[in-house]
């Protein structure tokens, strides 16, 4: 039954990501012009040329925070990317931010040894 539910909100999570990647495309395309206008604006020297690139990098910015069903297809990418990790049964989150803490003090110490002894 676990599988039957993960299989259920995949095939959600693939149709939104297939819907939207229109909306994904827009989304990568207004990222690209808002890195462009902050590296440029890093990049010039004069005021006007900072001016020119400050106005590139806020229509970027806006025209990104816009794109809502682009964030939704990036919230559906997420969802597909943590359901396939569950039907594999990788639940080795050890290189994750989501790494559980370990709180035994002889497991820490090895780790800790470990590191020293390198």
């Known amino acids: 039954m676990k599988k039957f539910g993960l299989l259920i909100i995949g095939v959600i999570a693939a149709i939104t990501i297939l819907s939207s990647l229109g909306a994904l495309l827009g989304l990568a395309i207004s990222a690209a012009i808002l890195f462009a206008g902050i590296h ?65 003090p002889f497991t820490n110490f090895e780790n800790q040894w470990n590191e020293l002894t390198k």
């Open 40 to 104: 440029y604006y890093l990049k010039s020297n004069s005021t006007f040329s900072k001016v020119v690139w400050a106005f590139v990098a806020i229509t970027g910015l806006l025209t990104s925070t816009a794109n809502i069903p682009g964030f939704i297809g990036l919230a559906a990418i997420a969802i597909l990317w943590f359901i396939v990790r569950k039907w594999n049964g990788s639940e080795d989150y050890s290189n994750s931010f989501f790494a559980p803490k370990k709180d035994d």
